[in-house]
């Protein structure tokens, strides 16, 4: 598929400009209005060609999946026949089995919710831990699942030489792993345990750390908690420097502060999420496979 016109979210308008220009599309935004009630209202432009692009990344979620359910049938109505989903940060990947008895599988649910509204979706570091891909839960929906570990890769040795490259959990291993060998770092992965939301324990791999340069590399940070954990510990082990390098900085409330009085020197991450620490721009890895779709 490849779009006619990109449509986009004030909220995401960087991303949007710098996507649009990669792709050399032209670029509309939709408006939207939060009446007192708290519902929204969408303005899309009035007639759309057939083959377009939405950008929707599902940073705070609930209200993003409405609007995206909004926007997406209205796309339609207005003339889009094909719709392409540009969904930078996908929310709801990590609930992916019921923990225990009765919890919903919130992965399955909402993604097979998306792919009953559009056509195809791209997304980056979607938290794929207990299925190989977006295909198992997203039916006949073209999906593609990019990785910005090779960008935070290559971001990071080009400010850190001889960094040891540490996933805070096991799952951060493929990212670690993807880009320490394409940039020829050493890479490990501590070992995760979480009891709450903010309860998280993190034991360190057995690679010395005593005056090593290490950067913490993750898809996503939220409270922030995995990452503190990781941090002082690394710190407490004899670290000379720890830096964090993240896909999805979300950083809820105080988190990125509390992250920084730990001790972490440079927080980076890539634009996938509007954020401050964003530094790591995801365009031409969005358009390149936007291109190939
Ligand atoms: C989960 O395994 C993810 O990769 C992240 O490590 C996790 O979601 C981070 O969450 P928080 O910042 O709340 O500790």
């Known amino acids: 598929m490849s779009p006619e016109l990109l449509l986009a979210f004030d909220d995401e308008w960087p991303l949007a400009e710098a996507l649009a220009a990669a ?21 899309l432009p009035a007639a759309l060609p057939a083959r377009v692009a939405l950008l929707r990344g599902l940073q705070d979620p609930n209200s993003k ?28 990947m990590r609930q992916d089995m019921a923990f225990t008895p009765g919890e919903a599988v919130s992965q399955r649910h909402i993604a097979a ?3 009953s509204q559009v056509d195809a979706l791209v997304t980056i ?14 039916p006949g929906c073209r999906s593609r699942a990019l990785t910005a570990a090779f960008a935070l890769g290559a971001w990071v040795a080009a400010r850190v030489p001889q960094a040891l490259l540490l996933g805070p959990d096991e799952e951060a291993l493929q990212w670690v792993a ?29 690679v010395p750390l005593a005056g090593r ?19 002082s510990a690394c710190l407490a082990a004899g670290a000379a420097t720890v830096d964090v390098a993240v896909t999805h900085a979300l950083f809820i409330g105080d988190a990125l502060a509390q992250l920084r009085a730990c001790g972490v020197r440079e927080v980076w991450s890539s634009d996938a999420v509007p954020h401050s620490t964003a530094v790591i721009p995801v365009a031409p890895l969005l358009a390149e496979a936007i291109r190939q779709l």
Request: with cysteine; hydrophobic share 50%; net charge neutral.
């Open 125 to 138: 570091d979607p938290h794929l831990h207990r299925i190989a891909s977006l295909d198992e839960v997203m």
């Open 23 to 43: 792709l050399a599309l032209p670029l509309q935004r939709i408006e939207r209005h939060r009446f007192p009630d708290g519902e929204s209202k969408l303005k």
């Open 113 to 115: 919710l998306l792919a």
């Open 213 to 231: 340069a290490v950067v913490l590399m993750d898809d996503v940070a939220s409270t922030g908690r995995t990452l503190i954990e990781a941090a």
């Open 65 to 92: 999946l409405v609007e995206l359910l909004i926007a997406a049938p209205a796309a339609r109505a207005l003339g889009a026949q094909e719709l392409l989903l540009v969904s930078p940060y996908l929310a709801y």
């Open 178 to 206: 993807q880009a320490g060998q394409a940039q020829g770092l050493d890479h490990a992965v501590c070992r995760k345990q979480r009891f709450g939301d903010r309860d998280v324990r993190v034991a360190l791999p057995a």
